[in-house]
């Protein structure tokens, strides 16, 4: 089944509006749909038999600061049955609190557990539903995003620092 | 030396401290651990190629209550450093450190905020090797360097005592 194809079928079934955007770049399709509509498309590309995306190669994000919406999360598929791949995007939006949220795949497919934890750490998203919220590569301590294009580079004493901060009182004591 | 010709050259008369000194750089034992690409470099020294067992230290021990020498090879990251000091904390003394590569001696080409921007900011370093990764020509170099070090050391009248850098607030 062709890129093409597959997008035909994803406007058939979830109508105009859950499919935003498709530009086709080098023979690659890239779909844009909807933040809210991910989960239930992602369990028909994976159940649907045409399509059978049973294996999904990475989940990761984008952030394309100062546009609006800041955040794109890229689903990156693959169908070892038929041979076909497929990328979807979501645009996220950066609420005026707090982290940008999007629904987790993990239940439909196991190996987004980890991608989604690293890109919920480097750039600050949160992964509703996700079944063991914690941090992937970074330090427990750290509050920083670093993927986020307003991180600098070399990071700060305070924010990433080499060793956790003891309490003063442990320091002394010895 | 008088006394040495009286037993017909049997007996060989030296201080104490050289003598300490002697059999510690003579057989100085490596932590076995590698960081990163500079660890294949050690691991290449190791091999009868260059053969580390001529100096005495062919004894890889994964155990830090049995290793004299720490040779930091590669990049620390942030992640990495806690891990890093506990195992220095727990070498016994004496004990030396080797920062081996640009890596462990500066941070490289690594100027991010992943990695530590030098393993001296953490560890007492006694020999900095540059290189990337330094060639096992290098790190016999480096070795030889600290092994001379060790020989100047005051290991009686003043024995060093080597502490982590405590760089917390």
């Excluded at chain 2, 040779?71 to 220095?88: D, E, H, L, N, Q």
Aim: charged residues 25%; aromatic residues 10%.
């Amino acid at each position: 089944m062709n890129q093409e194809a597959i997008r035909d079928k994803l406007i058939s079934t979830f109508g105009p509006e859950a499919v935003q955007v498709a530009v086709m770049f080098r023979d690659q399709l890239s779909v844009t749909v909807a933040k809210d509509k991910v989960r239930d498309i992602c369990r028909f590309l994976r159940d649907d038999p045409d399509m059978a995306f049973n294996f999904l190669s990475f989940v990761a994000a984008v952030d394309r600061y100062p546009e609006t919406p800041r955040f794109e999360v890229v689903y990156q598929l693959q169908s070892l049955k038929h041979n076909h791949r497929f990328r979807i995007k979501a645009m996220v939006e950066e609420p005026e609190e707090g982290l940008p949220t999007v629904d987790s795949v993990v239940e439909i497919w196991p190996s987004a557990d980890w991608d989604e934890r690293e890109t919920a750490e480097m750039f600050g998203m949160q992964f509703k539903d996700h079944p063991d919220p914690r941090k992937l590569f970074l330090p427990e301590y750290w509050t920083v995003h670093p993927l986020r294009k307003d991180f600098p580079l070399e990071g700060t004493e305070q924010d990433t620092p080499d060793l956790p901060r003891r309490p003063k009182s442990k320091e002394t004591s010895e | 030396m008088g006394i040495e010709r009286h037993l017909n050259d049997t007996v060989h008369v030296t201080s104490l401290e050289w003598f300490v000194n002697w059999s510690r750089k003579s057989s100085m034992w490596p932590l076995g651990f590698g960081l990163a690409c500079c660890a294949l470099e050690m691991i290449a020294t190791f091999v009868s190629r260059y053969d580390l067992a001529r100096f005495g230290m062919e004894v890889a021990r994964p155990s830090p209550r049995h290793a004299d020498l720490m040779i930091v090879s590669g990049t620390t990251s942030k992640k990495m450093i806690p891990a890093v000091v506990r195992i220095y904390e727990q070498m016994t003394e004496p004990k030396w450190v080797i920062a081996m590569g640009a890596c462990a001696c500066t941070g490289g080409i690594y100027k991010n905020y992943a990695v530590v921007q030098g393993i001296d900011r953490h560890l007492p370093v006694d020999v900095y090797i540059p290189g990337c990764p330094p060639r096992p020509e290098a790190l016999l170099d480096g070795i030889l360097q600290l092994h001379a070090k060790v020989m100047k050391e005051q290991s009686i009248r003043n024995p060093k005592i080597s502490r982590v850098k405590v760089t917390q607030e």
